[in-house]
């Protein structure tokens, strides 16, 4: 059974640092993995998604990149600022059924 | 473009009442949408897959026949909160998968159900 977990689980940094947010998973046979951002009370909203066969992508400061090998996903957030305070949430797709497997979340803070 | 909706925001009912819950893709077709749950400061718990056209396949544990799924049209599924109880307060959020893309899921704002 795939396991999807999220560390940090909290992380409070001051605006204009780069941090790393990771992503782990027990089964390498995922479809894909997709980066979710979630504002309190509201839904989500995807950031990136890495097909099986990438490493990684980017979308302007934010890089993912995915290591099936080593079960691993980074989420890196260049010169952060107050606005990208949320709830950063990984999902894995582990077949063409379309289900993702997300983990728990880290939910960062990034102070003016 | 990729918007998806939900109606509505937020809903208050009285225990033993019926709740329905919309969910549209606005601008795109999607043959598969999902429904989750939310439970405060919790993630999200996958509860069915919605398939045009068909039955919806329910995760372990999710009461079909409390949870009522239908997805009559490409762009509309509706999630049905049967009897609903105090615990089944939660966010219920959905998703849609955009018809021959790359299984990216788009996710609606949410929907924030209290049962009294």
């Known amino acids: 059974k795939q396991e999807v977990t999220q560390i940090p689980a909290a992380l409070s940094v001051p605006e204009g640092e780069n941090l790393v947010l990771n992503c782990s998973f027990t089964d390498s046979a995922i479809y894909n993995l997709q980066w979710f951002r979630q504002d309190p009370g509201k839904g989500l909203t995807s950031l990136l998604l890495?097909?099986?066969?990438?490493r990684e992508q980017t979308s302007g400061r934010l890089n993912a990149s995915l290591d099936k090998s080593s079960g691993r996903s980074t989420l890196y957030i260049a010169a952060s600022q107050p606005g990208d305070s949320a709830t950063y949430l990984c999902?894995?797709?582990?077949?063409?059924?379309?289900?993702?497997?997300f983990g728990q979340g880290t939910t960062l803070q990034v102070k003016p | 473009g990729a918007v998806v909706s939900q109606h509505p925001s937020w809903v208050i009912c009285k225990s033993g009442t019926s709740v329905k819950i919309e969910c549209r893709s606005l601008?795109?077709?999607?043959?598969?949408m999902f429904w989750y749950r939310q439970f405060p400061k919790q993630s999200l718990m996958l509860m069915a897959t919605s398939n045009e056209g068909s039955k919806a396949t329910y995760e372990q544990g999710v009461e079909k026949d409390k949870f009522l799924i239908n997805h009559a049209s490409l762009t509309l599924s509706t999630l049905t909160v049967t009897s609903a109880h105090p615990e089944d307060s939660s966010f219920y959020i959905c998703s849609a998968r955009r018809s021959g893309g790359y299984n990216e899921q788009f996710f609606g704002p949410g929907t924030r159900l209290t049962v009294l």
């Open positions: 999902a894995l797709g582990s077949g063409n059924t379309g289900k993702l497997i």
């Open positions: 890495i097909q099986s066969s990438q």
């Open positions: 601008d795109f077709q999607a043959t598969t």
